[in-house]
C-alpha cells in the first residue's frame, strides 16, 4: 500500500521486514515472501501511471514480465518446487455457469463502469486517445495489462500465499497488493469499491475452475469495457452505447 498505493519509498521497510519476519517464523515461507517482494521491489523502480507512449510501454512490458518471470524461475529451478504454474484444464469444456458468468462480466461492466469512470472523473487518468494509433496502444496497453495481472497476482501471488495461509487469507493479502497497483495505474477515487470485489471474485474463479485461460478472458472482457468507457468519456460522441 505504501509502495503503490501511497507510492512512498517507505514502503520499502514493511516489505524487507515482512521477508525478514517470514523467515523467522518458517523458512518455507520466508523464502516465498522474498520471490513476491523481489518483483514488488521490480515493480516500484517503475511508475506504472497510464502512458501509452512507445517507450513507456516498452519499459512496462519487460519491467512486468520480469516480474512473473524471475519468481518462477527462482521457484522453478531453485526452490525446485511447482508452486507458481499457469494451469489451461485442457479437454474440459466451460460449463454453462461459467458461459453466463461471461455475459454477466459484460453486462456489469457496461451497467457500473461508466458511472465509475465518468462520476468520478477517474478517465481522467488516462490519454484522450484520438488516432489510430493512440487507440491501438491504449487497447494493447489495457488488456496487456490485464492478461498480466492475472499471472501475476493471481498465478505467483497469491497461489505463493496460499501455500501458507487459508484462502481468504492469501485471497484478502493478494487483493490489496492488487489494489494498490491498480490505485497508481489510475483506479482512484472509489475505484477500491469495484476493484476490491473483482480482485476477491478472480482468485475464487481461478481457484474453482482450475483454468488460467478463463480467468483471462473474464478479465479481458471487463477491461474491453474499460477500454470502450475510457473512449467514449473523452469523446461522448464516439461510441454512444453507455446509460448512467
Not at 104 to 110: I, K, T
Not at 218 to 231: A, E, G, K, Y
Request: glycine content about 8%; overall charge neutral; aromatic content about 18%.
Amino acid at each position: 500500500m505504501l509502495l503503490f498505493g501511497f507510492m512512498s519509498d517507505w514502503g520499502y521497510l514493511p516489505l524487507v521486514a515482512g521477508v525478514a519476519l517470514g523467515f523467522v517464523a518458517a523458512a518455507s515461507l520466508g523464502r516465498d515472501l522474498l520471490l513476491i517482494a523481489l518483483a514488488l521491489g521490480l515493480i516500484s523502480l517503475i511508475s506504472v501511471e497510464a502512458d501509452i507512449t512507445w517507450g513507456n510501454i516498452a519499459l512496462m512490458g519487460v519491467v512486468l514480465s520480469g516480474a512473473v518471470i524471475i519468481p518462477y524461475v527462482i521457484s522453478r529451478y531453485g526452490y525446485k518446487d511447482r508452486a507458481i504454474v499457469f494451469p489451461r484444464r485442457q479437454g474440459r469444456p466451460w460449463s454453462k455457469l461459467e458461459w453466463g458468468w461471461l455475459f454477466a462480466v459484460l453486462f456489469l461492466g457496461w451497467l457500473i463502469l461508466p458511472r465509475y469512470f465518468i462520476s468520478s472523473g477517474v478517465y481522467q487518468n488516462w490519454p484522450a486517445v484520438e488516432t489510430p494509433s493512440e487507440i491501438i496502444r491504449l487497447f494493447l496497453g489495457v488488456n496487456a495489462v490485464g492478461i498480466w495481472d492475472e499471472l501475476f497476482f493471481i498465478c505467483t501471488i497469491f497461489a505463493l500465499l496460499y501455500r501458507h495461509f487459508s484462502f481468504w487469507t492469501a485471497n484478502v493479502l493478494t487483493s490489496i497488493i492488487f489494489v494498490s497497483f491498480l490505485w497508481e495505474l489510475g483506479y482512484q477515487s472509489w475505484g477500491p469499491l469495484l476493484t476490491i470485489p473483482f480482485a476477491l471474485v478472480q482468485a475464487v474463479i481461478f481457484t474453482r475452475t482450475k483454468s488460467l485461460p478463463y480467468t483471462i478472458t473474464v478479465h479481458l472482457l471487463f477491461d474491453l469495457i474499460v477500454f470502450l468507457t475510457i473512449v467514449h468519456a473523452h469523446h461522448p460522441e464516439w461510441i454512444p452505447i453507455f446509460w448512467y
